[in-house]
T-cell receptor, first 115, second 113 residues
Framework: ETGVTQSPTHLIKTRGQQVTLRCSSQ?????VSWYQQALGQGPQFIFQ???????GRGNFPPRFSGLQFPNYSSELNVNALELDDSALYLC??????????????FGSGTRLTVV | GENVGLHLPTLSVQEGDNSIINCAYS??????FIWYKQESGKGPQFIID?????DKRQGQRVTVLLNKTVKHLSLQIAATQPGDSAVYFC????????????FGAGTRLAVHP
C-alpha cells in the first residue's frame, strides 16, 4: 500500500506567476483535500475533491483551483501568485463513504516560496 | 527544511517522563477528532483518533481523552522518547457535511535526554 505522494517537494516562483502542485492519493482512497500551512501555524483547509468535483472549499480566493482525475490523483493550481502564498501545501487523501471519513492521510507537502 | 512551529507553545519534558498535550476544539457538534505529529520538513503524521461516542482511546504509548462537556482533548504520551520531539496538532472533523479538518494551533514537544 503506497502513501500520499506530492510533487515537487520544493518550488520557488515569482510574484504574479502561476503554479501547479501534484498529489497522488493513497491506494483505496477516493477523496483528496488540499491544505495550506503557513510558518508556525496549523494547516488551513483550501478545498476537497470527490468524484472529480470540488465539494467543499475554505476561505481561499478563486485563483486557487484544483482538479481530481479518474485515478483519484489531484492538482492544485494557484494563479497570480502573491508573496503571502508562500507556505507548505499539503495534500490529504481519505476514503469517504456512508457519511464518515477514514484514513485521513497527509503527504509530505510542497514547500512553495514566492519571491 | 520546513521549520514548523516557530511561535508555538512549547512543552519541555525529560526523556522517560509522561507528556500531556492539551487542545480545545471549537464546535460542539464535531464528532471525530485526530491527533497528528509533525516533524520538521514533513507532513502531519496520524497518531490516534477518537469519535465523540467515546471518552478515551488508547494506542501504543498514547492515549487520547475527550471531554465533550468542555470541548477539550488531550494526548498523553507515556515514557516520552527523543523521537517524540515534534509539533503536535489536534484536528476536528468539520460537522458541516464534507471531509474538512479544522486544526488547532499546535504544541511543540521538546524531549530532553
Amino acid at each position: 500500500e503506497t502513501g500520499v505522494t506530492q510533487s515537487p517537494t520544493h518550488l520557488i516562483k515569482t510574484r504574479g506567476q502561476q503554479v501547479t502542485l501534484r498529489c497522488s492519493s493513497q491506494s483505496g482512497h477516493n477523496t483528496v483535500s488540499w491544505y495550506q500551512q503557513a510558518l508556525g501555524q496549523g494547516p488551513q483547509f483550501i478545498f476537497q475533491y470527490y468524484r472529480e468535483e470540488e465539494n467543499g472549499r475554505g476561505n481561499f480566493p478563486p485563483r486557487f483551483s484544483g482538479l481530481q482525475f479518474p485515478n483519484y490523483s489531484s492538482e492544485l493550481n494557484v494563479n497570480a501568485l502573491e508573496l503571502d502564498d508562500s507556505a507548505l501545501y499539503l495534500c490529504a487523501s481519505s476514503l469517504v463513504g456512508q457519511g464518515s471519513a477514514y484514513g485521513y492521510t497527509f503527504g509530505s507537502g510542497t514547500r512553495l516560496t514566492v519571491v | 527544511g520546513e521549520n514548523v512551529g516557530l511561535h508555538l507553545p512549547t512543552l519541555s519534558v525529560q526523556e522517560g517522563d509522561n507528556s500531556i498535550i492539551n487542545c480545545a476544539y471549537s464546535n460542539s457538534a464535531s464528532d471525530y477528532f485526530i491527533w497528528y505529529k509533525q516533524e520538521s520538513g514533513k507532513g502531519p503524521q496520524f497518531i490516534i483518533d477518537i469519535r465523540s461516542n467515546m471518552d478515551k482511546r488508547q494506542g501504543q504509548r498514547v492515549t487520547v481523552l475527550l471531554n465533550k462537556t468542555v470541548k477539550h482533548l488531550s494526548l498523553q504520551i507515556a515514557a516520552t522518547q527523543p523521537g517524540d520531539s515534534a509539533v503536535y496538532f489536534c484536528a476536528e472533523k468539520d460537522p458541516g457535511g464534507y471531509n474538512k479538518l479544522i486544526f488547532g494551533a499546535g504544541t511543540r514537544l521538546a524531549v530532553h535526554p
